[in-house]
């Protein structure tokens, strides 16, 4: 269910690779549109709604079932960064603090940082080291307090876990939660490497099975779901990488805090006291990435930890004690009403990627919204988080004309965003198909509506 499903296909498109639809370019655009669905075989199996307007003047040049609801997939990622650079401002940043509480325990005081890295928190140890901090009295904590449970969803998917694209999420989002597990075979043993370490093996219960091939059993606390990293057969050396969504970041977090710790020389004696906010000791703290650099993230590679933390960052823009779904939606959803003045029943926003089955958006909302952030202060920091496609036109010159965000999920295939003219006309699109078991004709469709638009 990755929000990417049809990479295949953005690769050759962004090459230049597809040809001309074949239709007469003298007809106008929406003729010429009209032509290659008819002349497709999906919509006869297809939910298909595309919606084309003029940019400047808002014209429709194509509309068809623009009203009707869709799962956007990662299209969603298109309104919810909207709502974050028009409520936070492009430059916006999140602290990240080290902090000694009631004079005892060291705390990790998480403040919702959607890409701080294990490079982060041993920089914190390292600025809590060179401003003399030696020891510890108590132990060592990790405080999400910012972020109310649950750490999933609602309508996520519950067999996509674990799969690094659905991480649980806490205001202490480390390498987006996801832990990396290497099993190396030298032809004799097996060996494990965790990226990053971790004092104690606290996450991972390890098993050595012999057989003809290697294997390392690898289960992730509290659950008992496994996987099995395999090396190569018994008498040659292999090794093998995963990817493991951390289902509790903030004991995780707080074992990897605890091993730099100890590689720093600091020492955590573990007699834990009682922890009022109050007497709270800074003794380190780092900045976030900008917001324009986190949408760059979130819509070029699709990033769904972002957008999950987004809307939790919107439930407490909009005065909510903790983050949490349901407030952050509400607070998504009153600002397309109020900004881009989205009508009621154009969409259901219930997270902040995509991932949920429960999303629902429609053509002429989401154009209507692209259209609106044209003039917004922020739109190029938005336009240009898109990825960008090239196409080939039937005059033979390859042009890199669409800046658009593309989301997939099964039986869901999406894309909205902008195409420049040559006539220097901007054009806002969208093209949603649902409900499909043969993906082919599906992607036939989109690759000749988006090279018509770009002609």
Not at 281 to 289: L, N, Q
Request: contains cysteine.
């Amino acid at each position: 269910m990755r929000c990417l499903k049809g990479a295949i296909f953005w690769v050759l498109f962004a090459m230049g690779v597809l040809g001309a639809a074949g239709v007469c370019p003298a007809q106008p655009l929406g003729e010429r549109i009209a032509k290659v669905i008819a002349d497709s075989p999906a919509p006869l199996r297809t939910r298909l709604a595309v919606y084309v307007v003029d940019a400047k003047t808002g014209e429709v040049i194509f509309d068809r079932d623009s009203g009707q609801l869709f799962t956007p997939a990662s299209v969603l990622k298109t309104y919810t960064s909207a709502c974050a650079l028009d409520t936070f401002g492009a430059d916006k940043r999140w602290k990240t603090k080290l902090a000694i509480r009631a004079r005892q325990d060291l705390v990790l005081i998480a403040g919702g940082d959607a890409m701080f890295t294990d490079a982060d928190l041993a920089a914190l140890v390292k600025q809590a080291k060179d401003h003399g901090l030696s020891s510890v009295k108590g132990t060592v904590r990790v405080d999400s307090a910012l972020f109310a449970p649950p750490l999933k969803g609602p309508g996520w998917m519950w067999d996509d876990d674990p799969d690094d694209y659905q991480m649980s999420v806490s205001a202490m989002m480390m390498n987006y939660n996801v832990l990396r597990a290497k099993a190396a075979w030298d032809g004799k043993s097996m060996s494990i490497t965790l990226t990053p370490a971790m004092k104690r093996p606290y996450v991972f219960l390890q098993k050595q099975e012999p057989g003809t091939k290697t294997a390392l059993e690898v289960t992730r606390t509290p659950f008992t779901d496994s996987f099995e990293v395999r090396g190569s057969t018994s008498a040659e050396a292999g090794e093998t990488t995963r990817a493991l969504t951390m289902h509790e970041p903030d004991l995780w977090v707080a074992e990897v805090l605890s091993a730099m710790l100890e590689d720093q020389g600091i020492v955590v004696g573990g007699e834990s006291g009682t922890s009022p906010h109050s007497d709270d000791k800074i003794v380190a703290e780092i900045e976030s990435k900008t917001l324009a650099e986190m949408v760059t993230r979130f819509n070029k590679v699709s990033e769904n930890a972002i957008g999950e933390m987004l809307i939790h960052h919107f439930a407490i823009a909009g005065g909510a004690t903790q983050g949490n779904w349901p407030d952050g939606a509400k607070f998504i959803t009153n600002w397309l009403r109020e900004k881009p003045a989205l009508d009621e029943g154009d969409f259901r926003i219930v997270d902040g990627s995509g991932l949920s089955r429960y999303d629902l958006v429609c053509a002429r909302g989401t154009v209507k919204l692209l259209r609106w952030m044209t003039t917004h202060r922020d739109f190029k920091v938005y336009k240009d988080s898109f990825p960008v496609y090239g196409a080939k036109l039937r005059d033979g010159r390859s042009v890199k004309t669409i800046h658009a965000k593309p989301g997939g999920m099964a039986a869901v295939n999406t894309i909205a965003g902008y195409v420049d003219r040559a006539d220097g006309s901007t054009l806002v699109f969208a093209v949603f198909q649902n409900g499909y078991v043969d993906e082919k004709p599906v992607i036939a469709l989109r690759k000749a509506i988006l090279q018509e638009l770009a002609q």
